[in-house]
């Protein structure tokens, strides 16, 4: 995945749908949906899944234009990162929601967990394939990992929050294998919530991980983050400085740790914790409405560098784009492009 000196650029995930395709004011105004939000779309049924297709295309041209190395659909397909996977599996109520509290401790819809959960059929596979097939570059893909959709559940079946979120990680585990057939070069598990209740992924979060991607053939990635900016603009949370939980997936058997930097002023230290991965750092703050600089990106980038060698960093933004101003984001991903380059010049000159 390119030379030493080589820092890579990627997305960590989505990318901002097409006001003509999505409600982006009433997507905008709410929490993600955990379970279906059909309402949000603005194409009807018939045609959705062609406009879906075509959008997802504008997607992929702006993270090529941008120059960015590895690529994803933009999720444009999804309502939220979470929601499209999470209702499609074995077991869960589609016609009855439950109530789960979310991380800020509000009440949301969520799936209802009636039955064992079991992967039925391939979720996401369709989707690798369209953006393998259309591009040359290196793609990700990504689905909310076991520990976050088990706490994004309400348990009307096993009463062991162990054994749902070890079932979710076999679901997965499936999901992910046909994803890597299907030309996936990386996929990456969504885990915001390990983040957000600590104390329980202490107790078995790098257990279902390791569960979900036993004996997957490719690179495999974990997305661990604060929640959106525009999310905690909304509802007038600011966000952490530093992890609550970090360090402890270093034992994990993930190839890759994402993680946000840049609005949270991390301090970087953390990143000596994670001495046998590669770091996927976000140096792009989503929160910020203006655009950094390419220097300005150059300097984070060098600031992580004092504690992770060039080869085990690769550099995107905080968190997906999906709530941004799609000109700002195309912006901002050129941003992170200019000032990786500055990076790469000054190692090769080094």
Excluded at 10 to 17: A, E, H, I, K, N
Excluded at 312 to 334: E, F
């Amino acid at each position: 995945m390119g030379s030493s000196k080589e820092i890579l650029t990627t997305v960590v995930g989505s990318y901002p749908q097409p006001e003509w395709l999505i409600d982006r004011a009433r997507l905008g105004s709410r929490l993600p949906p955990r379970v279906r939000a059909r309402e949000l779309w603005r194409i009807d049924t018939q045609h959705l899944k062609e406009a879906q297709d075509d959008a997802t295309l504008v997607a992929i041209r702006d993270m090529e234009r941008a120059g960015v190395d590895i690529i994803t659909d933009g999720e444009i397909r999804r309502e939220s990162y979470s929601n499209r996977v999470a209702t499609a599996l074995g077991g869960i109520d589609t016609e009855n929601a439950g109530t789960a509290l979310d991380r800020t401790g509000q009440a949301n819809p969520v799936p209802r967990v009636v039955g064992r959960i079991v992967r039925e059929k391939a979720i996401e596979v369709e989707d690798v394939e369209f953006l393998r097939a259309n591009t040359e570059r290196q793609i990700k893909i990504t689905l909310p990992g076991p520990f976050t959709m088990a706490q994004q559940a309400q348990d009307d079946y096993y009463d062991d929050e162990v054994a749902l979120a070890t079932d979710y990680a076999k679901a997965v585990n499936a999901e992910i294998r046909d994803l890597f057939a299907a030309g996936a070069d990386i996929v990456c598990l969504d885990e915001p919530y390990m983040q957000a209740r600590p104390e329980k992924a202490r107790e078995y979060a790098v257990e279902v991980i390791n569960e979900a991607i036993k004996g997957t053939k490719g690179v495999t990635a974990l997305h661990m983050c604060f929640g959106y900016a525009a999310i905690h603009q909304l509802r007038g949370l600011g966000k952490p400085d530093s992890y609550s939980f970090l360090a402890e997936l270093d034992e994990s058997e993930v190839d890759q740790i994402s993680i946000e930097a840049a609005q949270p002023v991390l301090d970087l230290e953390v990143l000596k914790d994670l001495s046998s991965k590669t770091v996927i750092l976000g140096v792009i703050n989503n929160g910020d409405p203006e655009v950094e600089s390419a220097e300005t990106v150059a300097r984070r980038i060098e600031a992580a560098l004092s504690f992770v060698p060039p080869e085990r960093l690769v550099v995107a933004p905080d968190c997906g784009m999906k709530y941004l101003d799609r000109r700002l984001a195309y912006s901002k991903l050129r941003a992170l492009v200019d000032g990786a380059k500055l990076v790469r010049g000054e190692l090769a000159g080094g």
